[in-house]
């Protein structure tokens, strides 16, 4: 069974662009979830998206945004770029959104590099 | 507002040691308490996860002792390897909300032979 795909794997951008990031969750798993990686401010929650609906969303300004289609994929999208977002941004699936069983599976993220 | 704190940030420890990393949290709603394993250039991956109805698990060399009144939980490396040289991250959630994680900083380990 394949892992979680981000794509793409590092990319660089210039500030006040904007960018898009795609991740395919684990066959069968309808529950995705994305964090931010910086080694300032570690792991952090971005949002959390199950059946094409946002559950849940961290503590960060209406430039990150995302989405799910019906077949599970989402994207998250970062406008106006700044300096402070290059990171690594990981996406992570999961079969479900409620429950209490359930690994949640990470990605291997895709690098952000913001000159 | 930290809500878990991990320490130390860093570990050294010689093949065949035993390697331990604390975490305190303070949200008492938080009831599930995974650990990471992240390698350089991949995701963080599930090593083991324990909940407050129980002080201790333990899959093979790995074991979480939990302290409920304490608010604490650790993990210990039984006979630690090269193999296991990676960054660690404790982290918990609450009910309902098991994929928003909250993480603690990270410990880097380096299991020296």
């Known amino acids: 069974k394949a892992g979680v795909t981000q794509t793409p794997r590092y990319l660089i951008k210039t500030r006040g662009q904007q960018v898009t990031l795609s991740c395919s969750p684990i066959s069968g798993h309808r529950s995705v979830s994305w964090y931010q990686q910086t080694p300032g401010q570690g792991l952090q929650f971005l949002f959390e998206y199950f059946s094409e609906t946002q559950r849940n969303k961290g503590n960060f300004p209406g430039r990150f945004s995302g989405r799910q289609f019906s077949n599970s994929r989402s994207e998250m999208n970062v406008s106006t770029l700044e300096l402070g977002d290059s990171a690594l941004y990981l996406c992570?699936?999961?079969?479900?959104?409620?429950?209490?069983?359930?690994?949640?599976?990470f990605g291997e993220g895709s690098r952000l590099t913001v000159l | 507002q930290q809500q878990v704190k991990q320490s130390p940030q860093s570990l050294i420890v010689q093949k065949g040691g035993i390697s331990i990393i604390n975490c305190a949290y303070e949200n008492t709603a938080f009831d599930y308490f995974p650990w990471y394993q992240q390698f350089p250039g991949k995701g963080p991956a599930l090593l083991i996860a324990i909940r407050p109805d129980v002080s201790e698990k333990k899959e093979g060399r790995f074991t979480i002792s939990f302290n409920k009144s304490a608010k604490q939980f650790s993990l210990h490396i039984m006979d630690s390897q090269p193999g296991d040289s990676a960054t660690y991250f404790c982290a918990a959630s609450r009910a309902g909300g098991y994929n928003k994680l909250i993480f603690g900083a990270g410990t880097r380990l380096a299991v020296h032979p």
């Open positions: 992570a699936s999961r079969e479900s959104a409620g429950g209490t069983t359930g690994e949640l599976f």
